[in-house]
């Protein structure tokens, strides 16, 4: 079966700009979470969805957002882009949700880098 | 607040030997779930094995096992028979009751042939 498929694989932005990332979860899970990966910070949780709902929330700001539609795929936009949102973005999905989970499938991120 | 803990930045390791990659963790749930993640230089995070809080039997898939003590909140991983193509960053990685994952910082394992 597909995998978590995240596009697009590489972004260039200018900063102030806005961007939208795109994760198409296994077919069957309803869960998607994001993560920011830096050299600096490592793995850092954004947030998480099932069912179109946004059930849990990292410690970001809100320039950072995103939303699940009912196929359960999922976008994350940046808005107002900083040279700090350089980063590979990586998405996440899985069959249950919060304690209900034994296996998290990655996608292979997209790399934005902000100029 | 949940915490992962790797202290090995690096690791080498000789083609067919094993090898342990360390990593503990703190956090005051009693139900929890801990993983293992191989990330190539390409980026994608794969999964290696998964332990649950209250599972009693280490877990082992393949080559690697999760050597999973609770008291001293460790899950140290396993890797047995080290092939040139495990070279790559290993997060060591905790799922709390809100599904968040909270990783650790990561171990670059090297095999060298």
């Known amino acids: 079966k597909a995998g978590v498929t995240q596009t697009p694989r590489y972004l260039i932005k200018t900063r102030g700009q806005q961007v939208t990332l795109s994760c198409s979860p296994i077919?069957?899970?309803?869960?998607v979470s994001w993560y920011q990966q830096t050299p600096g910070q490592g793995l850092q949780f954004l947030f998480e969805y099932f069912s179109e709902t946004q059930r849990n929330k990292g410690n970001f700001p809100g320039r950072f957002s995103g939303r699940q539609f009912s196929n359960s795929r999922s976008e994350m936009n940046v808005s107002t882009l900083e040279l700090g949102d350089s980063a590979l973005y990586l998405c996440?999905?899985?069959?249950?949700?919060?304690?209900?989970?034994?296996?998290?499938?990655f996608g292979s991120g997209t790399r934005l880098t902000v100029v | 607040a949940q915490k992962i803990t790797q202290t090995q930045p690096g690791m080498f390791v000789q083609e067919k030997e094993a090898v342990t990659l360390d990593c503990t963790y703190d956090?005051?749930?009693?139900?929890?779930?801990l993983f293992w993640y191989k990330q190539p230089s390409s980026g994608e995070m794969i999964f290696l094995i998964y332990q649950g809080s209250y599972d009693e039997q280490n877990a082992t898939e393949g080559r690697y096992s999760l050597n999973f003590q609770k008291a001293r909140k460790s899950a140290n991983l396993v890797i047995s028979a080290s092939q040139l193509g495990d070279s790559a960053m290993y997060f060591c990685a905790m799922r709390g009751p809100g599904g968040k994952l909270t990783f650790g910082q990561g171990t670059i394992l090297t095999v060298h042939p």
């Open positions: 077919s069957g899970h309803r869960s």
């Open positions: 956090t005051s749930d009693q139900s929890y779930g």
């Open positions: 996440a999905s899985s069959l249950g949700e919060g304690l209900y989970v034994y296996g998290y499938t």
